[in-house]
Every structure is written in C-alpha cells, then in structure tokens.
C-alpha cells in the first residue's frame, strides 16, 4: 500500500566509530552537475570513515547521505551506484541516474491574526518563492519558513506559531505539496522606556526615544535607540532590552501542562501544540498583556578623555596634536572639547563648548574658540577668534550652522600689515555621506558658506564672502575606484588691505592642487610676493586601480588658481602618479607630481595620512 511521506528535513551527523586513523573522504560525482552534485560533495566531504570500518557499512552511509542530499533538491528517485577506487575506501564514485524531479503540485500557504493587516508581511506573501510547477527545492521552503518567523519576531508578534508547518511528498508521483499555516496572534505595542545608571537628566534621554508608548513594536526602532543613545558621547555603555513576559514569548507551555497530564513535552513540544493542550496553552498567552516595556542600562562615560596624533604631510611637515574632551560635564550633558595642534608653519590651539537643546543630537548651541599663529611663505598673522552658533542636525543628513564670530587678527602679508578686529555672522551647509569610512567605495561630501561683515556695526572691514567644496568618491566593479573634487571661494570687498590672511584665498598643496608647494599661488606684488586673491578655483580627477591586498595605486590631474578677477588669466595644473595603501590608521597617500608651467621644481612629491573625506 501506497503512503504519503511527510518529510521534516534537516542536516545530522551519522557517525562512525571512532578507532584508529580517520580521513576525510573524496567524492566524484557522475551523471549530475550543478548545485545538486555539489550538495552531495559536500554532505559526503564531511565523513571521516574509519580505516576499520567495513566497505559495507560505510557504503550504507554514503548512499543514505547522497539521498538526502539530492532530495533537498527535488531528485526523490534517483537511482545511485558506488565504486570505490581504493582498497582502503579513501575515495568513491557515485554515478546517479536522477529520475524524474519532483515538482510542487499545490502551495497552501495561510497567514492569520494581526499580521494579515501588517503590510510587511503582506510584502512577504506576496514574493512567496513556492509555485506550483517548480521543482521541490526545499531550501527555499525553510527560506521562506524562516523569513516569516524571523518578520513575527522583528515585529513584536511575540505569541506566533506555525499551526501547519510541513511537506507531502508522494515519490511515485513526483509530486510534493506544501502546507504552511501562520497564526501571528496578537502585535505587541511599546510600553514605557525605563533608564537606569545615567548621570543625564531622564526627559534628555526621552527625547531621544523614537517611538510613543502605545507604538506597534519595531525592533528596527530598539536598534536606533541605542544608536542614538551611542551617539551622544556621554555613556561608555548602553544596552536596550525589551521586557517581554515570558509566558506571552513562549510557543511552549511551561510545566504546569507536564505536571498536570504526565506527559513529556520536552522531546517533542508540537505533540503538546497539536493535542488537547493547545487551547489551554493559548489561554494562558493571550490572557498576558501585549505590552512591552524597554529597560536601558546606561554606563558613563569618562569624564576626562585624552587623545595624541603624530603625523606627517610635505605641505606642513611633521605634526602633533593633542586633544583634551570632556564629553559630559553636567546632567544637561554639555560638553567641551579642547586641541592643541602643532607644526613648522602653524601653531592653533582651538575648543568648543557644545550645550544641547531637546533633540541632543539635532540641535545646539555652540561657543567655539580659538588662537592661531602663521609663519608660512609671505604671510605671518596672529589670530585670535570666538564663535557663537547655533547647529542644526536635519534627517537628511544635512547640517547648517548659522554663527556670529568676532576675529581679532594681527598680520603681514607681502607688504601689507595691519591690525583689524572682524565682526561678521555667517551661515553654513553641509553633508558629508559615506560607506567604509576608512577607505570609502561610495560617498560624497558638500559644503558651502556666506559670510558678510561690515563698518555699520564696528567691523573694520566691509565684504561678503562664499566658499564651496564638493567631493565625490564612486567605483566601477571592485577594482576600479574614482575620486573627484571642485571647490573655491570668491569676495566682493572695496577694503581688501583690511582683510586678514586668514580669509584671502591661496591654493597649491596636497588638498589643492599638488605639484606645487602649500599655499604657493595667489596674485602677486611686484617683487614676486605672495598677497593672496580675492576668488580662488580648484578642481581634480583621480583614478585608482587595485594592484594587490591593501595597496591600490593612483593616477590624477589637479588644476586651478587664487585670483583677483572673476575668471583667471591662468590655471595652473599639475599631474602624476601615485600608491595608496589602507593601513589600520587609515589610508596612506604617497604621489609624485609635476608642475606644468614650473621648470625649476619640475616635480614634486606629496605624502599624507587619512581618507580623503
């Protein structure tokens, strides 16, 4: 008499004994080709048969492990024969007559309780890979099997189980039939947040909740929980946790049912879900509320944080800085950060003091500060500054910064000297994304600013002044990589002999146009002195091709000017060569350069540290 199988598969071990010396057996498959050949490679690979073990036996266990391998595929009639070249049984040879494949005859896939108004797993449903007509694979039933399961879970459908879970194979007709039944029950909803060890005010913490109590429960919104918690620098550690009820989570009833009938669920716990107790069971879970409160364990961060950097680049030479952040200071969270940086052409010591509004990582203000001295080519200044701006953090990922910033700034430059004090506000956009930080394969970064200062309020000194800068970085396949650049500024001033160095545009250098040394080109005085423009253009191309593990290498062209006009009588561009390799401290840029219109310093050569955005 003919049976219905129902199938439950799954992958196990037959083992061996185990005495004596073991090996790993060598499989040739015949007759088959393609993934199904390869899954009985691979099952039959892992056996390590015993050199006492008889060809007999382990004939009966490669046979039934090369079956199950080609029935995952659909191949339930397959025909098998095995040879073994060896006298000690170290390899075989498998020829397969596979038969006719089985294919899926019906697909009784059902879905019920809130779920079925859940668009998500309407989504599900609807790229169900299980067709009537294909061939039985079952990979794609415990894919699909599991997307639902993993969905149920993500989604807070806590008391879910799968009423109907398995598959009809009738071999003699080559036929399968596909039973999946989905009870998601109940969607558990967000209960209150609870913090517990922070040193912050908790209604600072709450507006960093992206949910309501009484929100349908999102894993996604736990994982920006705690990521927007990280963010803020003022814990070293955060855990969030949902306190779900134990009872309500379990698709198992707990020992009361054991106790009470004398039966064992522990080695089969469907035979309890399927019997009697399954009404009593779902008594028992859905008479728990649906709520889920969240526990977040919260670990300060230290106070006092240190940081040193040593560096090297050929525009400034070797440099050093050093950095002191206190990323908490009180239990508002503000914070302060000081730096110290140091080398041959610049001294600049510099801070910010940050105080957060109620998103604390969208909004703030910010009191930034600095000193800074320059002795570099024609230009020696003395600059001393204070900021108060006010930062807004957009969902888009754009940041504006709209500022008031007084400089007092004592130079030279060529044959110009002065002492002003600049009373200006400023605006500012930016957007800076990326994937991989340390050597980005896609991203872009955009950057502008307006800035307006004038006598009316006690500036020494009258313009409006813009800057931009965009940079990109893409690849084509894996081993070809592109990075491209444009920037500038431009003034409109009638007291340019007013405007300190620090504001003039200069170009040239390993960020600018390279082949030429930093900061070396701008308008000039008639003895050749450096006074710097009033627009300044920039542009660069490079391509980098992947040479072997972590070194890439570079080939790139570079043009543009500092001016006084609106176009440039002249663009200077430079080109060459060069290697990159991504170290653990970031990328390492080596290049040589040559300068077009430059006889005297026919080459140059450029060497820096970091990612390029």
């Known amino acids: 008499m003919r049976q219905v199988k129902v199938l439950r598969m799954g992958l196990f071990c037959l083992a061996l004994p185990a005495a004596g010396h073991a090996w790993a057996l060598g499989v040739t498959v015949k007759g088959l080709s393609g993934p199904p050949a390869e899954n009985v490679v691979n099952i039959l690979s892992e056996l390590e048969p015993d050199s006492q073990a008889t060809r007999e036996r382990l004939d009966g266990v490669v046979r039934n492990r090369a079956q199950q391998a080609l029935q995952a595929f659909g191949y339930y009639n397959a025909k098998l024969a095995t040879h073994y070249p060896d006298a000690d049984n170290r390899r075989v040879v498998i020829d397969v007559e596979p038969g006719e494949r089985t294919k899926i005859t019906q697909v009784d896939v059902k879905l019920e309780g809130d779920a079925r108004q859940d668009e998500a797993f309407e989504e599900v449903m609807r790229s169900n890979p299980l067709k009537v007509g294909d061939p039985l694979l079952h990979s794609r039933y415990d894919g699909f099997k599991g997307k639902l399961s993993t969905l149920a879970l993500e989604r807070g459908y806590f008391n879910s189980r799968f009423r109907q879970q398995r598959i009809e194979v009738r071999p003699w007709e080559e036929s399968a039939r596909i039973f999946l039944d989905l ?27 992206p949910f309501e109590p009484g929100d349908p429960y999102l894993a996604g919104d736990l994982a920006t929980l705690n990521q927007n918690l990280g963010q803020t620098d003022w814990f070293a550690g955060v855990a969030v946790r949902p306190r779900v009820n134990e009872e309500a989570a379990s698709t198992v009833p707990s020992q009361w049912w054991s106790e009470s009938t004398g039966r064992d669920t522990t080695a089969d716990p469907s035979s309890v879900l399927g019997g009697p107790g399954l009404s009593m069971a779902r008594e028992l879970t859905d008479s728990q509320p649906t709520v889920v409160p969240v526990d977040v364990e919260l670990t300060p961060a230290d106070r006092h944080q240190f940081e040193v950097g040593v560096g090297y680049a050929t525009d400034v030479g070797p440099r050093t800085q050093f950095s002191w952040t206190m990323p908490w200071l009180n239990r508002y969270g503000h914070s302060l950060t000081n730096s110290l940086y140091l080398s041959a052409p610049e001294q600049r010591f510099s801070g910010e003091y940050r105080i957060p509004l109620e ?31 006010r930062h807004w953090e957009f969902s888009n990922g754009w940041i504006q910064d709209l500022y008031w910033q007084t400089t007092y700034e004592d130079f030279t430059q060529a044959d110009q000297n002065d002492a002003v004090l600049l009373l200006y506000p400023g605006i500012s956009w930016s957007r800076t994304r990326k994937r991989n930080p340390i050597f980005p394969s896609w991203g872009d970064k955009q950057e502008l600013t307006l800035e307006w200062s004038d006598p009316s309020w006690g500036s020494d000194a009258r313009f409006v002044r813009t800057t931009f800068n965009s940079q990109w970085v893409r690849m084509l396949g894996s081993e070809n990589r592109f990075v491209g650049r444009i920037g500038g500024g431009a003034m409109a001033t009638n007291t340019f002999d007013k405007i300190p160095p620090s504001l003039r545009f200069f170009a040239g250098g390993d960020q600018s146009i390279r082949g030429y040394s930093y900061e070396s080109l701008s308008p000039e005085n008639d003895d050749g002195e450096l006074l710097g423009g009033q627009h300044m253009l920039t542009s660069s191309i490079e391509y ?31 080109a060459g060569v060069g290697v990159r390799w991504i170290s653990p401290v970031g990328p390492i840029r080596f290049d040589i350069a040559h300068p077009f219109d430059d006889e005297e310093d026919s080459w140059r050569l450029h060497f820096s540290i970091g990612p390029e955005f």
């Open 544 to 574: 980098q091709r992947h040479l072997t593990g972590n070194f890439w290498s570079a080939t790139f062209v570079d043009t543009g000017n500092a001016f006084d006009e609106w176009w440039p009588d002249e663009l200077k561009t430079g």
């Open 183 to 209: 009870d998601s029950g109940p969607r558990y909803r967000f209960g209150h947040v609870h913090f517990r060890g922070s040193q912050i005010e908790p209604h600072r913490l709450q507006n960093m909740v």
């Open 359 to 389: 998103n604390p990582l969208r909004d703030s203000y910010r009191v930034r500060y600095g000193l800074k001295n320059i002795d570099n080519e024609d230009t020696k200044s003395f600059e001393s500054s204070v900021q108060l701006a």
